[in-house]
């Protein structure tokens, strides 16, 4: 099924000629936690969304589909803007359309992205399934199906759900989850080309998605280390949808690893300043530190780890894995690795849980999570640095010097602090050898 899907960007560069559009941006999972707002004062489409909703709910309070729209209205907003507090509006919306028709199909998908984009995924993947048992063929389920399958690590399931879907939508949404698990399986060539073709069949009216569909081309460039093709991608999204958040992000990690860390630090306190997200918001303390704003950077962090904790949907493997970095509350960070990974078995957890084993110096068990990290063959630069420092710690320095070179060839400014890290290992161990 793997070989079937690694060959099939052959098939559907064919298939992208009759293909008019993708309709997939109000579609789940990837595409609701890739979005930021434009101008803070703009009326954006998901705001005349919201708008003709809200009339709509006005003139037939007592229509399922007057909700249904409401919802799927305000979840365009959680797209534009990053800011996953909207969901709760959404939710009411949901309750309501259910309240008055109790199997209403739509409103029911739209649950299932809430799920996933709150990283619930068991109960996201739950639901979808049980709505393709009414429509096996929908798209906005097979997409909610491969997502879920994805994130908690069931690989085989999700190939085959992804072939599914490419095989009876051949569309943008389709052909970014062929992209992901290419990418997952250490195809990157492919995921690449996969996401180019996303690129040009995505809905050209449709702009955040469009602008979607172009950064997370930027991402696996940038993950791949090519930055030039990456910081492209990132302008073409800025100029689709400007002020795209996902894509100053990523402009915002093209100037970190040039350097350019002040640039940097200015494109990230503005996306931190509009909607925090946990992640960024390490990052500005990372890019705080390099410039020797210590105590701004301590302060960032604080916050970070206070949101997250506070939020509804809270996501605590990345502060686990921040909290290892840093080698602070190190037992709590591992007992949460511990958890994530019970629940979710994709690669991520199994990372953090190695990184969280060998900062408790388990390195057994580290090297165990590692291994089952690396077990697709993934081209992570961040899985490899983890993997070298296991080895040279277990005393394995040819592993060592292997991983260390993998991780800076693959993306040479692939985390700010870590990268240096590498370089400054693998110098003394080739000098020690």
């Given at each position: 099924?793997?070989?079937?899907?690694?060959?099939l960007?052959?098939?559907?560069?064919?298939?992208?000629?009759?293909?008019?559009?993708s309709?997939?941006?109000?579609e789940?999972?990837s595409?609701?936690s890739g979005?930021?707002?434009?101008?803070s004062?703009a009326?954006?489409?998901?705001?005349?969304?919201?708008?003709k909703?809200?009339?709509?709910?006005?003139?037939f309070?007592?229509?399922?589909?007057?909700h249904?729209?409401?919802?799927?209205?305000?979840?365009a907003?959680v797209r534009e803007?990053?800011?996953?507090s909207?969901?709760?509006?959404?939710e009411?919306?949901?309750?309501?359309?259910?309240?008055i028709?109790s199997n209403?199909f739509?409103?029911?998908?739209?649950?299932?992205?809430?799920?996933?984009?709150?990283?619930?995924?068991?109960?996201?993947?739950?639901?979808?399934?049980?709505?393709?048992k009414?429509n096996p063929?929908d798209?906005?389920v097979?997409?909610?199906?491969?997502d879920?399958?994805?994130?908690l690590?069931?690989y085989d399931?999700?190939v085959k759900?992804?072939?599914k879907?490419?095989d009876t939508?051949?569309?943008?949404?389709?052909?970014?989850?062929?992209?992901h698990?290419?990418?997952?399986?250490?195809?990157?060539?492919?995921?690449i080309?996969?996401?180019?073709?996303?690129v040009r069949?995505?809905?050209?009216l449709?702009k955040?998605?469009?602008a979607?569909?172009?950064?997370?081309l930027?991402?696996e460039?940038?993950?791949?280390?090519n930055?030039?093709?990456?910081?492209?991608?990132?302008?073409?999204?800025?100029v689709?949808?400007?002020?795209?958040?996902?894509?100053l992000?990523?402009k915002?990690?093209?100037?970190?690893?040039r350097?350019e860390?002040e640039?940097?630090?200015?494109?990230?306190?503005?996306?931190?300043?509009?909607v925090p997200q946990?992640d960024?918001?390490i990052?500005?303390?990372?890019?705080?530190?390099?410039?020797?704003?210590?105590?701004?950077?301590q302060k960032?962090?604080?916050?970070?780890?206070?949101?997250?904790?506070?939020s509804?949907?809270?996501?605590?493997?990345?502060?686990?894995?921040?909290?290892?970095?840093?080698?602070t509350?190190?037992?709590?960070?591992?007992?949460?690795?511990?958890?994530?990974r019970?629940?979710?078995?994709?690669?991520?957890?199994?990372d953090?849980l190695a990184?969280c084993?060998?900062k408790?110096e388990?390195?057994?068990?580290?090297?165990?999570s590692?291994?089952?990290a690396?077990?697709?063959?993934?081209?992570?630069?961040?899985?490899?640095?983890?993997?070298?420092?296991?080895?040279?710690?277990?005393?394995n320095k040819?592993?060592a010097?292997?991983?260390f070179?993998?991780?800076?060839?693959?993306?040479?400014a692939?985390?700010?602090?870590?990268?240096e890290?590498?370089?400054?290992v693998?110098?003394?161990?080739?000098v020690?050898k």
């Amino acid at each position: 099924m793997m070989n079937k899907l690694i060959s099939l960007i052959l098939i559907v560069i064919l298939a992208a000629a009759i293909v008019s559009s993708s309709g997939c941006a109000s579609e789940v999972a990837s595409e609701s936690s890739g979005a930021s707002a434009t101008s803070s004062n703009a009326v954006s489409p998901a705001d005349i969304q919201i708008q003709k909703a809200t009339d709509m709910v006005g003139q037939f309070p007592d229509l399922a589909k007057s909700h249904v729209n409401l919802a799927a209205a305000i979840l365009a907003k959680v797209r534009e803007t990053g800011d996953y507090s909207l969901n709760r509006r959404a939710e009411d919306a949901i309750k309501r359309s259910l309240e008055i028709e109790s199997n209403n199909f739509a409103a029911q998908v739209l649950q299932t992205q809430i799920y996933l984009s709150e990283h619930k995924f068991r109960e996201g993947l739950d639901l979808a399934q049980k709505l393709a048992k009414e429509n096996p063929n929908d798209q906005s389920v097979l997409a909610a199906i491969t997502d879920a399958q994805t994130e908690l690590g069931l690989y085989d399931d999700a190939v085959k759900s992804a072939q599914k879907f490419v095989d009876t939508h051949p569309n943008a949404s389709s052909y970014t989850r062929v992209a992901h698990i290419r990418s997952l399986y250490g195809d990157v060539a492919g995921a690449i080309e996969a996401r180019k073709l996303a690129v040009r069949i995505a809905d050209p009216l449709d702009k955040e998605g469009l602008a979607w569909f172009n950064s997370e081309l930027g991402k696996e460039y940038w993950n791949a280390g090519n930055f030039a093709e990456a910081e492209k991608a990132f302008e073409r999204a800025l100029v689709i949808f400007p002020d795209y958040h996902w894509a100053l992000a990523g402009k915002g990690k093209i100037l970190a690893g040039r350097g350019e860390y002040e640039k940097a630090v200015e494109i990230f306190e503005k996306l931190n300043s509009r909607v925090p997200q946990t992640d960024r918001a390490i990052f500005l303390g990372d890019l705080y530190k390099i410039i020797g704003k210590n105590e701004a950077a301590q302060k960032t962090y604080e916050e970070a780890v206070r949101r997250e904790r506070e939020s509804a949907a809270s996501d605590m493997h990345r502060i686990a894995l921040f909290w290892a970095d840093h080698d602070t509350n190190l037992d709590e960070a591992l007992e949460i690795a511990r958890k994530d990974r019970e629940v979710n078995g994709d690669l991520a957890a199994s990372d953090t849980l190695a990184w969280c084993y060998f900062k408790k110096e388990k390195l057994v068990d580290a090297k165990r999570s590692v291994t089952e990290a690396l077990r697709l063959k993934t081209k992570n630069s961040l899985f490899y640095f983890h993997a070298a420092m296991i080895e040279n710690a277990m005393g394995n320095k040819p592993a060592a010097i292997k991983y260390f070179q993998l991780a800076l060839e693959t993306n040479p400014a692939f985390d700010l602090i870590h990268a240096e890290k590498a370089k400054q290992v693998v110098a003394e161990l080739h000098v020690d050898k």
